[in-house]
């Protein structure tokens, strides 16, 4: 025989009805004028989703931040700063409102204050969007390999082609590893908005993840082919001469001195489009057919896509103003020329160095010097839309 | 995640890191620490191909849990009272989160271990999702709950408020200054480890009793990420403890974050859930309950203490005076005084107190009514305009307090206040601490030692200051905290939206004007300003003057 006992009321929190719903009272600022961020001005007509999250979380002393920043470094320097990159928006040369005892707030009425402030990303990422489209990347990537691995598709692959994958697609891992931690996710504490540091913190992630595809990829040829060598990624990346060129340049990326806007620069506009896409594209994604595979250009193309409709997007869209500013217009084209001046001759040189690559699948891909000279054109087009001269240097 | 485990992903993630062997990367962000020794792993363990799908799904439950909110009419069951404080909260806790995503490659260059930077990079992600999602749930309360003005200009409010100021320290002081003191200490040991746990855990259960279950439902998405960043911090400790040189930096690094975010979330998080509460069951737990639970216990005597063994200098004496602070000093309601006594030069209605409330009070913190009881009965008697001014500028036994140069809050437990004069200027700090924080702490020398990379104390740190000599009314129109009809103030010191009801500039500018203490200090001679030391520190408690007869 059951009994019920009799159990003292559950303390919990009553509903209560507020009525404190949008449109419950008229009262001043009741309306739908009053449902919007007010803070910025949209860069259209209608302010969008990416900007509501986005714009002026991170704040500016030229702006509302009247207190000014409350923290320093040893040096003095704090926030932002300006001086961070050698290129220059309008407006950056103007000096901030000076505040103190019965200044008031002193809050710039004619805003945006200087040109940073108008930089958008034109992929709109935030949380949102950067979790889908991750998530979607790496569910195609990881069913392309189970489908492959499922096939038996790897059975198919010529023993050169095995130890090209093993050593090269391996190797180039470690490049967008350190692009993605050393440049990008370095640099997103040195951009002028939020914007900007936003972006580049989404272009880390694909880098990181698109490492971590690769390397995951490289696991399951280790699982799945016999005598595929795990290991051998590390060998190439530290002692391979084709790979003692590019990674010469990777390095140097990384330790750029003190400025985020060349380090950003050269390695999406010279770097990317010089040796990234040359490798990527006009190499392994073009003779992996030939020898077999079929699934390394899927994980490869998802990197691409990465950089080709999103991360070179992005950075057209931040520094093509730049060449037309209405201030620092030709201050900012010699910095870029000086910057691929340098940077343009290194990755030439790289290249050149990995040409014995293209030597070594059996069914050969496309010849290195057809392939470089599609990304010698690709260069100079993206160059053109950034609004500057193609370098003398690339015709080494 | 495919057949592969975890386990095997994450080690063979491991042959990504990095030895430069031609160019080492830029030290952009400097650290006095060393790490010389013993390499920790990284204890997240964590792989891009399972963490995207997994915050996706999260997110689906967030964004989910939000269109129900809104199907479902929250709003119509929402305490205002409530809400209104989140004008303040979500306008301040965005930037920190961003600030946490921009510390992190100070870390990749401070801390040595490759294997470390995998589990930064993935903070760095998470802090992008924080800041962003709570950006957007405060754009839907905004489009949503009754009374916008607020929620659409908090990040042009929240840097001008009279109050929100003391907010940014918990962002800036994760991304200046020693990357090691910043980025580690402040944020991941102190801020993350002990404190998320009142704002992220603490708070939107608060929330869910006020009819709002969106707040737990983000912040419970965002703690969920906590966790991991708490394991980021752990192994940093550790590292920096095998190297005997940390200790002396470690020791005055945990004080001053210990009590630097003592100050600033106690205010905050503590004012939120005990006066911006309808929930008055007496067996909810109060903010001085929670402290207890979340923070002694869970954070000091079972986090902080277990170090001591590794030779960690835990301030025993400091976490033991926050309690005091807090359940003897009457820190929370003090600072809850405060923002409701300047509810004009914020940006959101700050409810007055009822018997209910009263009664909570009283049963919860004994002793509470004879202390502030009074000052909160002024507080309703003077809430709808009626031909006096707004508490501030009332007599009402309440001395206006001075700030504190390091904390910012203002120095509400008089008797602790204490004066020095510091970089050529008096300021006035709340407690020793914080003198010791600015004068001591933030300098290139420490104790003889040289500590070329600690950051400094900047800024004009008095919001007071700027307003020196202002009418209230300018100082309001200047701040931009007026509604649309371009002269009734965006906030409001009672809940009633009937227009009649509600303060304009015109009430102001029958005020005084607005005088800055720390100017006015700076202009005392050496007697007065004696004399104003002695008078400040038997001021109190809530407020009350110095009895002229004692």
Redesign the interface.
């Known amino acids: 025989m059951t009994s019920t006992e009799e159990r003292p009321e559950r303390?919990v929190?009553k509903?209560?009805?507020?009525?404190?719903?949008?449109?419950?009272?008229e009262?001043?600022?009741?309306?739908p004028?009053?449902?919007?961020?007010?803070?910025?001005k949209p860069a259209k007509r209608k302010q969008t989703?990416y900007e509501?999250?986005?714009v002026?979380?991170?704040?500016d002393p030229r702006?509302?931040?009247?207190?000014?920043?409350?923290?320093?470094?040893?040096d003095?320097s704090?926030?932002y700063p300006l001086t961070w990159t050698k290129l220059k928006a309008w407006g950056v040369d103007d000096p901030e409102p000076e505040?103190?005892?019965?200044?008031?707030?002193r809050?710039v009425a004619d805003w945006p204050a200087h040109g940073w402030h108008e930089f958008r990303d034109p992929n709109e990422e935030?949380?949102?969007t950067?979790?889908?489209y991750?998530?979607n990347?790496?569910?195609q990537?990881?069913q392309n390999?189970?489908n492959a691995r499922q096939s038996k598709a790897f059975e198919q692959w010529t023993p050169n082609w095995v130890r090209f994958v093993e050593r090269n697609v391996g190797a180039w891992?470690?490049i967008e590893?350190?692009l993605?931690?050393?440049v990008f996710?370095?640099?997103?504490?040195?951009g002028p908005t939020?914007m900007h540091?936003?972006v580049m913190?989404?272009n880390?992630?694909h880098k990181?993840?698109f490492?971590?595809?690769l390397?995951?990829y490289?696991?399951?040829l280790t699982?799945e082919i016999e005598g595929f060598d795990?290991?051998a990624?590390?060998e190439a990346w530290?002692s391979d001469p084709e790979w003692q060129g590019v990674?010469?340049v990777v390095?140097?990326l990384?330790?750029?001195?003190?400025d985020w806007g060349e380090m950003i620069f050269a390695t999406n506009i010279v770097f990317e489009s010089l040796l990234g896409e040359l490798f990527r594209s006009g190499l392994v994604m073009q003779s992996a057919a030939g020898n077999g595979d079929y699934v390394t250009p899927t994980v490869m193309g998802s990197g691409e896509y990465d950089y080709a409709q999103r991360d070179l997007r992005w950075t057209v869209a931040a520094f093509a103003p730049l060449t037309q500013d209405r201030e620092f217009a030709d201050h900012n084209k010699e910095i870029f020329n000086g910057w691929l001046a340098h940077w343009v001759p290194l990755a030439i040189e790289a290249a050149r160095t990995m040409q014995p690559l293209w030597s070594q699948p059996d069914a050969k891909p496309p010849r290195f010097e057809d392939s470089l000279d599609r990304a010698k054109n690709r260069f100079a087009g993206i160059l053109t839309d950034l609004g500057l001269e193609t370098p003398k240097e690339l015709n080494q | 995640?495919?057949?592969?485990s975890l386990a095997?992903?994450h080690q063979?993630?491991q042959?990504?890191s990095?030895e430069?062997?031609?160019?080492?990367?830029?030290m952009?962000?400097?650290t006095d620490y060393t790490f010389r020794k013993a390499a920790k792993k990284d204890p997240l363990k964590q792989?891009?191909?399972s963490y995207?799908?997994m915050?996706?799904e999260k997110?689906n439950r967030v964004?989910g849990a939000s269109d129900g909110a809104i199907r479902g009419?929250m709003?119509?069951?929402?305490?205002?009272r409530w809400?209104e404080w989140q004008k303040l909260f979500l306008s301040i806790i965005?930037?920190p989160e961003?600030s946490a995503?921009?510390?992190?490659?100070?870390l990749?260059?401070a801390v040595p271990n490759p294997e470390l930077?995998n589990g930064q990079?993935i903070q760095?992600?998470d802090e992008?999702?924080?800041?962003?999602?709570q950006?957007?749930l405060k754009?839907l309360y905004?489009?949503?709950?009754?009374?916008?003005?607020g929620f659409?200009?908090?990040?042009?409010n929240f840097?001008?408020d009279y109050c929100g100021?003391i907010g940014?320290?918990f962002a800036?002081?994760f991304?200046?200054?020693d990357a090691i003191t910043a980025a580690s200490i402040y944020l991941t040991i102190v801020a993350e480890t002990a404190f998320t746990n009142t704002l992220f855990v603490a708070m939107p259960a608060e929330a869910?009793?006020?009819?709002d279950y969106l707040l737990p439902t983000v912040f419970h998405s965002v703690q969920s990420d906590e966790s991991r960043h708490i394991s980021n911090g752990y192994a940093t400790l550790l590292m920096a403890l095998s190297d005997e040189d940390n200790r002396q930096l470690l020791e005055r690094d945990l004080r001053y974050a210990w009590w630097n975010n003592h100050r600033v979330v106690d205010a905050a998080i503590g004012t939120f859930i005990e006066y911006g509460t309808?929930?008055r069951?007496k067996?909810?737990e109060s903010y001085a309950e929670m402290w207890r639970r979340w923070i002694y216990d869970d954070y000091y005597r079972a986090y902080l203490l277990p170090l001591e063994k590794y030779g960690l200098v835990i301030p025993h004496d400091l976490i033991e005076e926050s309690w005091n602070q807090i359940w003897n000093k009457g820190y929370v309601h003090e600072v809850a005084q405060f923002f409701a006594t300047g509810w004009l030069a914020n940006y959101w209605r700050i409810d007055g107190m009822t018997d209910d409330d009263f009664e909570w009070f009283e049963y919860k913190y004994p002793g509470w009514y004879d202390k502030y009881g009074k000052w909160w009965e002024n507080y309703n008697r003077l809430s709808r305009p009626n031909g006096h001014h707004p508490i501030v500028a009332e007599d009402v036994d309440y001395v206006y307090p001075h700030r504190c140069w390091t904390c910012?809050v203002p120095c509400l437990v008089r008797e602790d206040m204490v004066v020095d004069k510091v970089d050529g200027q008096w300021r006035t700090y709340c407690h020793e601490a914080c003198r010791w924080t600015d004068a001591e702490a933030f300098r290139?020398t420490y104790q003889g030692r040289e500590t070329?990379?600690?950051?400094?104390?900047?800024?004009?740190?008095e919001?007071e200051?700027?307003?020196?000599?202002?009418n209230w009314a300018?100082?309001v129109e200047?701040?931009?905290f007026v509604?649309?009809?371009g002269k009734?103030l965006?906030a409001q010191p009672h809940l009633d939206?009937?227009?009649k009801k509600?303060w304009t500039t015109d009430h102001l500018r029958r005020m005084g004007p607005v005088a800055?203490p720390n100017?006015i200090l700076n202009e005392m001679s050496d007697a007065d300003r004696e004399a104003f030391v002695a008078d400040y520190n038997r001021q109190g408690p809530a407020g009350r003057p110095a009895d002229a007869t004692s």
């Not at chain 1, 509903?15 to 009272?25: H, M």
């Not at chain 1, 996710?185 to 040195?190: D, P, T, V, W």
Request: proline share 6%; hydrophobic share 35%; charged share 20%.
């Open positions: 303390s929190p509903p209560v009805f507020t009525d404190a719903e949008a449109g419950a009272k009262f001043p600022d009741s309306g004028s009053a449902r919007r961020y007010n803070y910025f989703h509501d999250v986005t002026e979380v991170q704040p702006h509302y931040l009247s207190q000014g920043w409350i923290y320093g470094f040893a003095g704090a926030g505040r103190g005892p019965g200044s008031g707030g809050h935030w949380e949102l950067m979790y889908r991750n998530a990347v790496v569910r990537v990881t390999v189970e891992m470690h590893h350190i993605g931690l050393y996710a370095a640099c997103n504490r040195s939020n540091n936003t913190a989404v880390s992630e990181i993840r490492a971590q595809d390397a995951l490289n696991l399951t699982e795990g290991a990624h590390i530290n990674r010469r390095e140097a990384t330790a750029v001195d003190n | 995640m495919s057949r592969q095997k992903a063979k993630i042959e990504l990095w430069p062997q031609y160019h080492e990367p830029y952009k962000y400097g792989v891009l191909r995207f799908p915050q996706e997110d964004y009419n709003f119509r069951q929402v305490q205002e809400l965005p930037l961003i995503a921009r510390s992190m490659p100070m990749f260059q930077h990079a760095m992600i992008v999702r924080h800041s962003t999602i950006q957007n754009r905004m489009n949503n709950y009754i009374d916008p003005a659409n200009n908090t990040l042009r840097h001008s100021t940014r320290q800036e002081g991304i200046t200054g869910a009793a006020n009819g309808k929930d069951r067996d909810r910012m290139p070329p990379n600690m950051g400094k104390l900047v800024g004009h740190r919001w200051t700027l307003y020196h000599g202002w300018d100082v200047d701040m931009g509604r649309d009809d009734t965006t939206l009937d227009p509600m800055s100017v």
